[in-house]
């Protein structure tokens, strides 16, 4: 079964979950005996897409360069040629457009949450996402849901028939061992993504000005997001910004004292089981799919109570046996994750509609 990842995804992330979950499948659906997976990358910016070097995967034509005009539409007709052959049984878009292939190609779509249309206040003006996907959900043979909130987000929101819908649960990606490097000494109190919208970094913003013992005792660091934002360069206290490679993310993790994960919703919330994965204690939400992931693991407060989130990180930093239990239970819940699971769903998927004997 030849399969064809596209280059959508990369040419819009450096980094990211959703690169980081095509990248991760592409790895292990190469294991799987009778699959033959390949990426289009064609003009990216994707760091991530580096993980590939000495898998083996067909990669087609690939450079990375900065953004410049007419990129996509040139990445398209690379990724429309490679279509075009005919040799490929299914393709799996990395994003919401489905570009033309042939007939007898299958498309299967991963859908990573319903953010868009649950929170259309929290979007930019003109974010066409809604759109695209509603044409590529009609366009799909198979979806994918990346968590069992994602699947019955969907099912409520699209009218979907018969269709099949199928959870495959994602993994922390997160290789090697962290260098011992430290960010601060005083506890760190990390926060991971982007940190607009429904993210609610906002949250902590709040708990951070309402507690003068945060700021006189801690540092606060934030990996990725915006890189000029004022909601992080004017806070007072220790406050750092950080953006690298995976490297950087696992030392942060293993450094810091607890990640602080506000989120309104999540399609599966990634950062959680990596923090989880290195023994950083997390304090969340129950949005969206939060719960479904951390299960009892993490210390849940609600997404407007800066009063709960200023307790619950004062209780994991001055309670060592909460805390002790909180990382054990974390290594385990983030143990049960593994890509091997997810790419044996997702073939299962793709056969489902491709056929079992190709």
Known sequence: MRVLHDFQIFAAQRHGGISRYHLELLRE????????PEIVLAWHESVAAQVLDGTGIPRGFSWRTPRFKGRFWLSRKVAEYHLSSGRYHLYHPTYYRVFQHPPGTRVAL????LVHELFPDLMTAGDPTVAL????????????????????????TYPLGDKPVVVTPLASGLRGQPTGRRFSQRPALLFVGPRGGYKNFALLRKAWLADESLRRDCALVCLGGEEDADDVRRLPGEVHRYRGDDQLALDLYASSSVMVYPSRYEGFGLPILEAMQFGCPV???????????A?????YVEPDDVDALVAAIHRMLG??????RRIDEGRRRASHYTWKSCAERTCAAYRGVVGQDV
């Open 295 to 299: 299960g009892d693991a993490a210390e």
């Open 133 to 156: 996907r509603r044409e590529a959900l009609q366009r799909a043979d198979v979806l994918l849901c990346v968590s069992e909130c994602t699947r019955r987000d969907l099912l409520a």
């Open 283 to 293: 304090v969340t939400t129950r949005g969206g799919s939060i719960p479904e992931v």
């Open 319 to 324: 309670d060592s046996a909460l805390r002790e």
């Open 110 to 113: 991963t859908v990573h949450d």
């Open 29 to 36: 659906l190469r294991s799987i005996p009778g699959v033959q």
